[in-house]
């Protein structure tokens, strides 16, 4: 077994879905590997991780809408409340989603559906540079 890995940056603008798919086709291609397995992580606490449809925008708007609901920013009970008002409720969107994700490869290409995207999930209102450690195993 061989190892490869790689730190790349998603810059952000705002809360929401940024598809990196394409940097992760990339990555694999680099490593020269043909079959094996990609993990990403996120080395943050108010973003996560999402492997989720590609085709239709809209099935991320509603999943953004519901975890707003879910996890609302005006909760007088917060007690962590210094970083912003969004602040704490990333860090419970994170708690409650993943920021990890282990993805095949085969043939050097990764085994993903055909409408799936793997994307970083931004819980923070403001712009942000989120790293991702991409360790990827295989022959």
Known sequence: MKTYQETIT????????????????????SSGLNLGQLTIYCRHTSCSLLIMENADPSVRDDL???????????DPNYTH????????????KTALTRTSELIPFSDGKLMLGT??????WEHRAR????????????E
Not at 65 to 70: A, D, P, R, S, V
Not at 127 to 138: C, F, K, M
Request: charged share 25%.
């Open 115 to 120: 409408w799936q995207g793997v994307f970083l």
């Open 81 to 92: 409340i210094y970083e912003g008002k969004d602040d704490m409720p990333a860090h419970i």
């Open 10 to 29: 998603i810059s952000t603008t705002k809360k929401g879905t940024f598809e990196f798919t394409e940097r992760l086709h990339q990555a694999v291609k």
């Open 127 to 138: 712009p942000h540079q989120r790293e991702l450690v991409l360790s990827i195993v295989g």
């Open 64 to 74: 953004d809408y519901y975890i707003e609901k879910l996890v609302p920013e005006s």
